[in-house]
């Protein structure tokens, strides 16, 4: 894959070396106190799980740290005896390797010969049969604090059917990479979906488990129940902390700054631009074969994540956003520029634009070339709201 971009090599080796930096501060750094994720305090849940029969919920990134290694939490229970009945797998399935949207078949794990069941597609909530047995269920998904990020979806309907069995659960916090800040249009009732289930904004600053207690406290699963809920927190994690995970929380995700960007450029997902799956930089760089030759320009291929990207083999002309800094609020101002470069006798917003935003309002803001300013002022009063209500279930300062 060819780029005109030749900044773009310098970033493979800039982001290698800072994901290798970033181990070294996690895990062997005597300057400050180790970072550890629920999953690594096994004194605190491994005893909730003697002589039950176990469910997981896990995926690629469900890992734990041990003197001899990495190895993945359901490897690290067999090891302790723990009895696992199933494992219940999110989008892009327990290994992590399924596209955007495709279908996941249930399945053995090749490795420990345990059934898995996707939840994802048509079977989004377990079902009384898949949970027939299981005492207890455990909970470890790496989020990265992203409405539309449909690992909180399967969450909601964990917790949903947990609570219809009387299965406790318990959920295995992990930090949030985008905790730093809260912003976005508050997702209105009628385009809640499987990309977004409660009133929230697109990013709302929590972790998983901090998420999870809010579920709860605020009733939204059907009829009002609640989930008897465990959370283990992360030791030595403060609403300050930097945090980059060293395994791709999905197979689109490949580095800290995709997921730094990916709540804005997520915007251009439902629209007709390429938000650069089929490459190496996926929600890193944006364009379209129609916006203006520049001196940037990239060509999307089938790869890892992406079978049949948009524009495939197609010269697209965009912008590179591989060096921007991590922003600290939702960026319009690349959908904006997006929109006003794109020529205006083509459809620019596609099917579902309204259902990731969570309105009908920023589509027709931007038609009728409302200010970024006038656009932010609409989401402030239920941003606030928002606000108040999460402060009730935050763990960490």
């Known amino acids: 894959m060819l ?8 970033y493979i080796i800039k982001s290698t070396f800072l994901f290798w930096l970033f181990l070294l501060s996690s895990f062997g750094s005597s300057c400050q106190e180790t970072l550890l994720p629920g999953s690594y305090q096994k004194q605190n849940y491994l005893h909730h799980l003697t002589n039950k029969k176990v469910g997981v919920v896990a995926h690629q990134a469900s890992l734990i740290q041990e003197k001899n290694g990495t190895k993945h939490l ?24 399924a596209d955007a949207g495709e279908f996941i078949k249930n399945q053995q794990d090749s490795k420990t010969g345990i059934s898995i069941i996707s939840l994802y597609g048509k079977n989004k909530k377990p079902s009384i049969e898949q949970l027939n047995g299981i005492e207890v269920m455990l909970f470890d998904l790496q989020d990265v604090g992203v409405r539309f990020f449909t690992y909180l979806s399967t969450l909601h309907y964990v917790m949903e059917a947990c609570a219809e069995n009387n299965i406790p659960l318990i959920v295995l916090d992990r930090p949030n990479p985008n905790l730093h800040y809260v912003d976005g249009p508050v997702m209105e009732k009628k385009y809640t979906s499987f990309l977004g289930l409660h009133p929230v904004p697109i990013v709302y600053g929590m972790t998983i488990g901090e998420y999870a207690k809010m579920i709860n406290g605020e009733r939204w699963l059907k009829n009002n129940i609640i989930c008897e809920l465990k959370v283990i927190p992360v030791e030595n994690y403060s609403r300050d902390t930097t945090y980059e995970t060293s395994v791709r929380p999905s197979p689109n995700l490949p580095n800290a700054q995709s997921i730094a960007l990916y709540p804005s450029l997520c915007l251009l997902e439902p629209t007709v631009i390429s938000v650069g799956r089929g490459t190496n930089f996926q929600f890193q760089i944006y364009g379209h074969p129609k916006l203006p030759k520049n001196n940037f320009s990239f060509t999307p291929v089938s790869n890892f994540g992406s079978k049949n990207p948009k524009f495939k083999n197609i010269l697209c002309y965009g912008k590179n956003l591989t060096q921007v800094i991590r922003p ?20 620019f917003f596609l099917k579902g634009f309204s259902r990731i935003v969570g309105n009908d309002d920023l589509e027709q803001q931007l038609i009728s070339g409302i200010s970024e300013e006038e656009i932010r002022k609409s989401w402030k009063s239920k941003l606030i709201a928002f606000k108040k209500i999460r402060k009730k279930y935050l763990i960490y300062n």
């Open 3 to 10: 780029y005109s971009n030749k900044k773009i090599n310098s």
């Open 74 to 97: 359901v490897d690290f229970l067999i090891e302790n005896k723990v009895d696992i009945q199933s494992i219940y797998a999110p989008e892009h399935g327990f290994r992590g390797k």
């Open 328 to 347: 600290n609020q939702l960026e319009l101002k690349w959908l904006m520029e997006a929109y006003g470069n794109f020529p205006k006798s083509n459809n």
